[in-house]
């Protein structure tokens, strides 16, 4: 079965810097889907970016960018210019064909 | 357009009681998901519909849980009886398909479950 690792539980960023979430994910397949979603204290869980497998270029959603390796199944989250509405619990995500799995996540706090 | 609406927003109930969830979907969307989230822990698929049909309910503890989408909507997912390890919160999602390319998840605010 495909797993998804987030190593990192918590993380911390200043407001106005930019900080790097990680995830790594396990899977034989070639064709899939990763995203990353946002789940605020409370609140829904809303999608932040998708990456297709079969695209090299990395996804960009304005202040949100990722770092697709697909070699090294390695699917990292950057936030630039943090604000404090980023900050929430973040959740990568795998897709293929039969499955949606998801990370434990990280949870991000800004300082003003 | 409404979002994916869930009810209740919060259940408090004693162990070994009966409790329901119920989910509406997104209009269209034929895939619907639940989704078990723990403190702390990323969500867990219970089971999901393709319309009317579970497709996949191999992580449904059937013992205890149920899961109906009559007419391929909205749909209720039961617990009976509760175990105080059901303490949780229940997510309900709606996709357009679950064939490629794949979208993106539309989620519910979920119900959050106490049992005491």
């Known amino acids: 079965a495909q797993t998804v690792t987030q190593s990192q539980p918590e993380m911390s960023v200043q407001e106005a810097e930019t900080v790097t979430l990680s995830c790594t994910y396990d899977?034989?397949?070639?064709?899939?889907?990763l995203f990353w979603y946002k789940q605020p204290p409370s609140r829904q869980m809303i999608l932040v970016i998708r990456?297709?497998?079969?695209?090299?270029q990395n996804a960009t959603e304005n202040r949100f960018s990722v770092n697709f390796q697909k070699a090294a199944k390695s699917f990292s989250l950057k936030i630039s210019d943090s604000q404090l509405g980023d900050a929430a619990m973040y959740f990568c995500?795998?897709?293929?064909?039969?499955?949606?799995?998801f990370g434990a996540g990280t949870r991000l706090t800004v300082k003003p | 357009e409404a979002g994916v609406v869930q009810s209740p927003r919060y259940k408090i109930i004693e162990k070994k009681q009966p409790v329901a969830f119920w989910c509406n979907p997104i209009?269209?969307?034929?895939?619907l998901y639940w989704y078990l989230q723990n403190l702390g822990q990323g969500p867990e698929l219970l089971i999901r519909?393709?319309?009317?049909?579970?497709?996949?309910d191999s992580q449904l503890p059937k013992d205890r849980f149920s899961a109906e989408r009559l007419k391929g909507v909205d749909s209720t997912l039961k617990i009976q009886p509760a175990e105080l390890g059901d303490s949780a919160v229940y997510l309900c999602?709606?996709?357009?398909?679950?064939?490629?390319?794949?979208?993106?998840?539309?989620f519910g605010e979920g119900s959050r479950l106490t049992v005491l």
């Open positions: 999602a709606s996709s357009l398909t679950d064939r490629a390319p794949y979208g993106e998840l539309f």
């Open positions: 899977t034989s397949e070639s064709d899939y889907y």
């Open positions: 990456q297709e497998a079969y695209k090299q």
């Open positions: 995500a795998y897709r293929n064909n039969n499955d949606m799995r």
């Open positions: 209009s269209g969307h034929n895939t």
């Open positions: 519909y393709e319309n009317e049909e579970a497709v996949d």
